[in-house]
Each structure stands twice: as C-alpha cells, then as structure tokens.
C-alpha cells in the first residue's frame, strides 16, 4: 500500500518528502531530483531511498561473478570484452544524455549483432555494482556523467582484467 501511495504521489510532494533522503547519501554534484524520481516507483516507504541510490556516491565493493547473467547471455569474458569495446565508443560522444547514451549504444550493439541487453548488462553492473539500480545503464551512465561513467568502466575493465 505504501508504494502504490508514493507512486501515486504528485511529483512536488514526493520530492520534498524524498530530497532529504538524497541529501542524506549522495555529497556529489549530481541531479537530486532525477536520482530521487528514478526511485518513485520502486520504494515502498521514504528511508528505502537511501540503499537504491548509494552506489551513485560510490560503487560498492563487489565479485566480478556480477557480470554473469544467463538472460543476457554474458560472463565475464564477454563483459570484459564489451567493456573495452564501449570504452572508445563513450570517449567519444559528446552528448551524454540519456537518450543519446541508448542510440549510440544500440547502434553499436545492432552493428555488432549484440542483443541490448547483452550490451547494457554489462555497463549497468560498471556503474552500480548492483544487481538491481532504479534505473537503466544509459540512464545511470546520464546522472553520473562522462567523467565518472568512464572511471566506472574503467575499474571495470581493471576488475575483470
């Protein structure tokens, strides 16, 4: 019930109720109120904010068996290798919105013969260490900038190496 309540919440009302909860995690320059709207759906009362979204300050420590994902057909062969791949890719682009983020990777993905899920499993697990994220990898990729996407790979890379 209490989901259903804050999924249904007027956007104003909701972001006076979660932004302190934000506050309360993230330190970074980043957009608060995209990060406190990625989780509207997904929480089922206000302190859950916290846990979703901390990995946008810092990714978790994490085993790279995270990269293995039978539904995208990866492991971490195959990860270590997308990740090289996208790497060049994202140094790249210039727009790093969101919307730009999912074109460039699924046309890169659809000219590698790459499912999209096999191409956005991998960056999502770089940029959350998380198995689960209130949001899409060219989402995330969007909110944490390219600077900070490309450090996330980067460790990746180094992680899987």
Same mark, same amino acid.
């Given at each position: 019930?209490?989901?259903?309540?804050?999924?249904?919440?007027?956007?104003?009302?909701?972001?006076?109720?979660?932004?302190?909860? %934000?506050?309360? #995690?993230?330190?970074?320059?980043?957009?608060?109120?995209?990060?406190?709207?990625?989780?509207?759906?997904? +929480?089922? %009362? /206000?302190?859950?904010?916290?846990?979703? +979204?901390?990995? *946008?300050?810092? %990714?978790?420590?994490?085993?790279?068996?995270?990269? #293995?994902?039978?539904?995208?057909?990866?492991?971490?062969?195959?990860?270590?290798?997308?990740?090289?791949? #996208?790497?060049?890719?994202?140094?790249?682009q210039e727009d790093f919105?969101?919307?730009?983020?999912?074109?460039?990777?699924?046309? *890169?993905g659809k000219d590698k013969?790459?499912?999209?899920? /096999? #191409?956005?499993?991998?960056?999502?697990?770089?940029?959350?260490?998380?198995? @689960?994220?209130?949001?899409?990898?060219?989402?995330?990729?969007?909110?944490?900038?390219?600077?900070? @996407?490309?450090?996330?790979?980067?460790?990746?890379?180094?992680?899987?190496?």
């Amino acid at each position: 019930m209490n989901g259903q309540y804050i999924a249904a919440m007027d956007e104003e009302k909701y972001l006076e109720k979660a932004l302190p909860y %934000v506050k309360e #995690v993230i330190t970074k320059d980043l957009d608060l109120k995209h990060i406190a709207l990625m989780c509207k759906s997904r +929480i089922e %009362v /206000f302190p859950d904010i916290t846990e979703k +979204i901390a990995f *946008f300050e810092k %990714v978790p420590a994490y085993d790279k068996a995270m990269y #293995v994902n039978k539904k995208a057909k990866c492991d971490e062969a195959s990860s270590l290798q997308l990740l090289k791949e #996208v790497s060049s890719i994202l140094e790249d682009q210039e727009d790093f919105s969101n919307d730009a983020l999912f074109e460039t990777l699924s046309a *890169f993905g659809k000219d590698k013969g790459y499912k999209t899920n /096999f #191409v956005m499993w991998p960056l999502r697990t770089a940029m959350s260490g998380l198995p @689960s994220t209130p949001g899409g990898a060219t989402e995330l990729m969007s909110v944490l900038g390219k600077e900070e @996407s490309l450090k996330r790979i980067q460790s990746a890379i180094d992680l899987l190496s």
